[in-house]
């Protein structure tokens, strides 16, 4: 591991010292429904709603310069929606590491959210992609792998460009703090990356209906340093059972899904939840063959949409001004360019509702709030070196 995210530590009765987890499995991901053509070429079903084609229209802006790192069940990637902007990555569940295949179909979907562009146009088509395989072909997973996932994109991140990474999986467990977990490996990694100007998109949980409906959320979305990701529908999409026993009677545009986990500023803070964004169901990049398409439904499909507009609002950034922005700004883009919607004003599901607002996703939103705040960074710094000017020219005396 990086040497300096071995800094905590725990020890157990053994006398050996492993790094510290709060977390050892990961929910296992469902495999998306493959279909060996296209019908969707465009999200259809998120656009309308975060209205991405008109942002990177408006502010004409695709995700160039940047690389989303996806940690995932790896990625096809010959696919023709990635061609030309696959970069080396890993395979950390065993056999050759440089085996990234997706077997499972999960990571390509997710990766074909946030920057397909060819056949399907994610939301951020131009930028780069970098698989990391951490899932295994069953769409299980450990915490540790994806701890030296993080590590390894801390590693290369400078080398390939890493500047957003996409972390559509969770655990289990509902929190509500992150002061609960010092010493945390993958904690200390993500401050690490924060600290890197690298922003990390992370699932909000899928859990909410199994925790009775209260408030919190999963790890790791819960450390503070992460930009953690809720789910709302997109559309009067029907209504949706689900395996775990939450229930969706009937489904309509912003409303938040039965399972997504979330957490209010009121109650988490720092750690609360930082957007949310459409997640069910969702069409993108297959595995079939390599214009194949994928079908799926869940709180996974809310963080690539993150994801991908973290890689625009960075793109422009960067053109902008020459560098990246720090995750704090991001995250005040986010917020301020947001939609407001309210956790139980009209679900009609079989949760309960926490009668609080939170921020939904919106690509325009979000590019304008960023591009008004580097205005005024301009603007103000253009004034100071005037006034700076001004206080060194000599004064004339009058005659």
């Known amino acids: 591991m990086n040497e300096q995210g071995t800094n905590e530590y725990s020890a157990d009765g053994s006398g050996a010292w492993h790094p510290t987890l709060h977390a050892e499995s990961v929910v296992p991901v469902c495999a998306p429904v493959q ?99 951490v899932l295994r072909d ?120 039965p399972f997504s986990q979330r957490l209010h500023h009121k109650l988490g803070g720092p750690c609360a939840t930082s957007v949310f964004a459409p997640a069910s169901p969702v069409a993108s990049t297959g595995i079939s063959n390599d214009t194949g398409e994928s079908l799926q439904n869940g709180v996974s499909r809310a963080t690539p949409v993150a994801a991908g507009l973290v890689a625009l609002l960075q793109s422009f950034c960067l053109r902008t001004t020459g560098r990246l922005p720090a995750v704090a700004d991001l995250l005040r883009w986010l917020d301020r360019g947001a939609a407001v919607i309210y956790d139980g004003d009209d679900e009609h599901d079989n949760v309960g509702h926490s009668g609080l607002t939170y921020p939904r996703a919106s690509a325009g939103g979000s590019l304008l709030a960023c591009a008004r705040e580097l205005a005024m960074r301009e603007l103000t710094a253009a004034e100071q070196a005037g006034t700076r000017t001004a206080h060194r020219e000599p004064v004339m005396s009058a005659r």
């Open 138 to 257: 069953d769409g299980t997973g450990s915490f540790a792998d994806i701890r030296d996932g993080l590590d390894w994109v801390l590693d290369h991140r400078e080398a390939l460009g890493i500047s957003a990474v996409c972390m559509a999986m969770c655990a289990s467990d509902n929190r509500v703090t992150d002061t609960d977990m010092p010493g945390d490996a993958i904690g200390a990694l993500l401050q690490e990356l924060s600290d890197a100007d690298v922003a990390c998109c992370v699932s909000a949980g899928s859990e909410y209906y199994a925790h009775g409906g209260l408030q919190g959320m999963s790890y790791p979305a819960i450390f503070r340093q992460a930009i953690s990701v809720g789910s709302v529908y997109d559309a009067d999409e029907g209504p949706f059972r689900y395996r775990d026993g939450a229930k969706a009677f009937s489904t309509a545009p912003d409303r938040l899904t």
């Open 35 to 133: 279909k060996d053509g296209p019908f969707l070429p465009e999200l259809t079903e998120i656009d309308p709603l975060v209205r991405v084609p008109e942002a990177r229209r408006d502010f004409n802006v695709g995700g160039a310069g940047v690389t989303v790192a996806v940690l995932d069940t790896g990625l096809r990637t010959t696919h023709v929606d990635f061609a030309g902007r696959v970069m080396p990555g890993r395979n950390l569940t065993g056999g050759d590491p440089a085996d990234v295949t997706d077997r499972h179909g999960h990571g390509t979907h997710v990766a074909g959210i946030a920057c397909a562009g060819r056949i399907h146009t994610g939301v951020a088509p131009n930028a780069r992609v970098v698989p990391i395989k």
